[in-house]
């Protein structure tokens, strides 16, 4: 199957022509409206290299806020409020420690100064919203994404220490259950979510769900 290369158009290959791996087209650029259409379509970009890549995987990794599992060692940091949590506080921070911070397995990150930039860029404009927890007033723990609608789309999250980003993983789905979010895209499976209650769920009831949601 053709790769599609993006132009200056501000438009997107439908979803079912990505490869199986659900890689749909490459180039284009982060421009909030690019971005935004991007999203309402249940595309996401991820960098390789220098070069943007749009990704619409089959099957889809989402949480329905509901359903989310919280394990018998976080119930006491919950209940005692181990950690400070806020939200929209330290959005810059938190996209800073989901680039730099060091994960197991990957020597590289996909947050490039230009996706930095794009997403404090949504922040400001109202899109893109983060969840922090701190520690003794040092932020420890959190994640961002992009809020539309009913759906909530996660990006990326970060911890240094021990069970930070479960618990603002927790804390801020717990909020978007109450704030009437349907839907938590977590893009692609981990093992970590998995544990969590997200699911794999078929593309088209994805987009679907989108449609209907956003």
């Given at each position: ?9 501000l438009?997107?290959p ?8 659900g890689?749909l087209?490459?180039g ?6 690019r971005?935004?259409?991007?999203y ?9 290299g220098?070069?943007i890549?749009w990704?619409?995987?089959h099957?889809r990794?989402?949480l329905?806020?509901?359903?989310i599992k919280?394990?018998?060692s976080?119930r006491?940091?919950?209940n ?9 506080t330290?959005?810059e921070?938190?996209?800073?420690n ?8 990957q020597d590289s ?11 404090i ?8 919203h983060?969840?922090?927890v ?6 420890v723990g959190g ?10 789309f ?10 930070a ?8 789905t ?21 544990s969590m209650?997200a ?10 769900l989108?449609?209907e949601?956003?």
């Amino acid at each position: 199957m053709a790769l599609f290369v993006l132009d200056d158009t501000l438009s997107f290959p439908p979803v079912h022509m990505a490869e199986p791996d659900g890689l749909l087209a490459v180039g284009g650029d982060l421009t909030e409206e690019r971005l935004l259409l991007a999203y309402r379509n249940g595309i996401f970009p991820w960098y390789e290299g220098k070069h943007i890549l749009w990704w619409c995987p089959h099957p889809r990794f989402v949480l329905q806020p509901q359903e989310i599992k919280i394990s018998k060692s976080m119930r006491p940091l919950l209940n005692n409020n181990a950690f400070k949590f806020t939200i929209n506080t330290a959005f810059e921070a938190v996209i800073n420690n989901c680039k730099t911070i060091s994960r197991q397995g990957q020597d590289s990150t996909w947050i490039t100064n230009d996706v930095k930039k794009a997403y404090i860029h949504l922040h400001k404009k109202g899109w893109a919203h983060s969840a922090e927890v701190w520690k003794d007033k040092e932020l420890v723990g959190g994640l961002y994404g992009i809020r539309m609608g009913k759906v909530f789309f996660g990006e990326s999250m970060f911890s240094k220490q021990s069970n930070a980003s479960k618990y603002a993983f927790i804390k801020y789905t717990q909020l978007l259950q109450k704030e009437a979010v349907q839907l938590i895209d977590c893009q692609v499976y981990t093992e970590h979510l998995e544990s969590m209650g997200a699911k794999m769920i078929d593309r088209p009831v994805f987009i679907s769900l989108l449609k209907e949601l956003i």
